[in-house]
C-alpha cells in the first residue's frame, strides 16, 4: 500500500497555518481542524505556498512547559519543528511508518515535487492497515509494521 492510496480514501484536506500567526490562533485551529498538527505554511508572491514546518500538540506542550504561557502570543515559527519530514505520494505505508519511528514523529507532510499535497498521521496509517485486515484477523495478524514506540 502507497501513500497515494492512503490520500485518496481520506480526501484532500490539509490543515495549515501561515508562518505569521500566532500559536494561540495554531491552538485554536489544532482544535477546530481536529488533528494533532498543521504545516506551516510561508505565503510568498514570487515562490507560492512554501511548507516551512510543522506545529504540533507536542511542539506548544514543551514550549508551555519549558517557557511558560507567554508563548501563546509568539509566532509559530518560535515553536515548530523546522526542516519537517516528508514523504512522497508513492512512498510505502512501511516506509513512512519508519519514518514517523525514526524521527519520533505522528504527523508527516506529503510533497509531489515542491507541491503539498497531503498529510499522514500514524492514524491514518493504522487505519489503512485495518482497512485493509480481513475481518477475522487477529490484532497481530492486522499490523505488520512497526509502529512508533515514542510517541
Same mark, same amino acid.
Given at each position: 500500500?502507497? %501513500?497515494?492510496?492512503?490520500?485518496?480514501?481520506? *480526501?484532500?484536506r490539509?490543515?495549515? =497555518?501561515?508562518?505569521?500567526?500566532?500559536?494561540?490562533t495554531?491552538?485554536?485551529?489544532?482544535?477546530?481542524?481536529?488533528t494533532?498538527?498543521?504545516? @506551516?505554511?510561508?505565503?510568498?508572491?514570487?515562490?507560492?505556498?512554501? %511548507?516551512? *514546518?510543522v506545529?504540533?500538540?507536542?511542539d506548544?506542550?514543551?514550549?508551555?512547559?519549558?517557557? *511558560?504561557?507567554?508563548?501563546?502570543?509568539?509566532? =509559530?515559527?518560535?515553536?515548530?519543528?523546522n #526542516?519537517?519530514?516528508?514523504?512522497?505520494? *508513492?512512498?510505502?505505508?512501511?516506509?513512512?511508518l519508519?519514518?514517523?519511528d525514526? #524521527?519520533? =514523529?505522528? #504527523?508527516?507532510? @506529503?510533497?509531489?515535487?515542491?507541491?503539498? @499535497?497531503? =498529510?499522514?498521521? %500514524?492514524?491514518?496509517?493504522?487505519?489503512?492497515?485495518?482497512?485493509?485486515?480481513?475481518?477475522?484477523?487477529?490484532?497481530?495478524? @492486522? %499490523?505488520s509494521?512497526?509502529?512508533?514506540?515514542?510517541?
Amino acid at each position: 500500500m502507497r %501513500v497515494e492510496d492512503i490520500l485518496r480514501r481520506k *480526501g484532500t484536506r490539509i490543515g495549515t =497555518v501561515r508562518i505569521n500567526e500566532t500559536v494561540e490562533t495554531a491552538l485554536r485551529l489544532l482544535k477546530a481542524e481536529n488533528t494533532g498538527a498543521l504545516v @506551516v505554511k510561508d505565503v510568498c508572491r514570487t515562490e507560492g505556498n512554501t %511548507v516551512v *514546518g510543522v506545529i504540533s500538540e507536542r511542539d506548544i506542550v514543551r514550549s508551555l512547559t519549558d517557557r *511558560g504561557p507567554g508563548i501563546l502570543s509568539l509566532p =509559530v515559527t518560535a515553536v515548530m519543528s523546522n #526542516h519537517p519530514v516528508c514523504c512522497t505520494p *508513492g512512498d510505502s505505508v512501511r516506509h513512512v511508518l519508519q519514518l514517523m519511528d525514526e #524521527h519520533t =514523529v505522528r #504527523h508527516i507532510p @506529503v510533497l509531489d515535487g515542491a507541491s503539498l @499535497v497531503g =498529510v499522514v498521521s %500514524v492514524r491514518d496509517l493504522i487505519k489503512a492497515q485495518l482497512d485493509a485486515a480481513p475481518p477475522d484477523a487477529e490484532p497481530a495478524e @492486522v %499490523v505488520s509494521y512497526p509502529v512508533a514506540a515514542a510517541q
